[in-house]
């Protein structure tokens, strides 16, 4: 039972921070868009290709997590 209770905390915890990376991101935002020139329509796709990198990082590793290093 104990380990559930492992796999439900660190499972929220990574979804916190998801999600205030993800406010930190579209906070700079205009800062970036204005670096690079882009217009809000890219600037939304800039956005979108961070969060669908970062979900992608975060399950691959998860998965090689769980392949390899758990007996």
Do not use: C, K
């Not at 935002?29 to 204005?34: H, M």
């Amino acid at each position: 039972m104990q380990y559930n209770w492992t796999a439900l905390t660190v499972t929220t915890i990574g979804i916190l921070m998801v999600g205030l990376d993800t406010r930190i991101v579209i906070i700079g935002l205009p800062q970036v868009s204005a670096q690079l020139g882009a217009n809000i329509e890219q600037a939304i796709w800039i956005t979108q290709a961070y969060v669908l990198t970062h979900t992608l990082t975060l399950s691959i590793i998860g998965a090689f997590w769980a392949i390899f290093l758990v007996e």
